[in-house]
């Protein structure tokens, strides 16, 4: 099983990113996906989640309104498009998939396979 994170980068604050996580060797469409980001020090705090069986989404307060979950189950790909970044918006984000999950996976010892993070970096 591989979650291979892409599309962190440099951006100002106000600015917009969009990760792209593409999953293989499971079958994705039976899989809850997440996000999730810890900063240097901190721990790791979800974001946003997507169940497997539904269109609804759930999302950390600290997010909600600003960044949008999604997926393409044609593609075994799981987004996450950020937008009005902010500094402390600045850490390494990870997307995270559980099996069959239909509610709200918000912590991390809920999912079973991790991919390697990419940087996000907002300056101000």
């Not at 705090?45 to 169940?51: N, S």
């Not at 997010?63 to 850490?91: C, H, W």
């Not at 099996?99 to 991390?108: M, N, Q, V």
Request: charged residues 15%; aromatic residues 12%.
């Amino acid at each position: 099983v591989q979650l291979q994170a892409s599309g962190g980068g440099l951006v100002q604050a106000g600015g917009s990113l969009k990760l792209s996580c593409v999953v293989s060797g499971l079958t994705f469409r039976t899989y809850a996906l997440g996000w999730f980001r810890q900063a240097p020090g901190k721990e790791r705090e979800f974001l946003a989640t997507i169940p497997w069986s539904t269109s609804r989404t759930y999302y950390a307060d600290s997010v909600k309104g600003r960044f949008t979950i999604s997926r393409d189950n044609a593609k075994n790909t799981v987004y996450l498009q950020m937008s009005s970044l902010k500094p402390e918006d600045t850490a390494l984000h990870y997307c995270a998939a559980v099996r069959y999950y239909t509610g709200r996976a918000d912590r991390s010892s809920q999912y079973g396979y991790w991919g390697q993070g990419t940087l996000v970096t907002v300056s101000s």
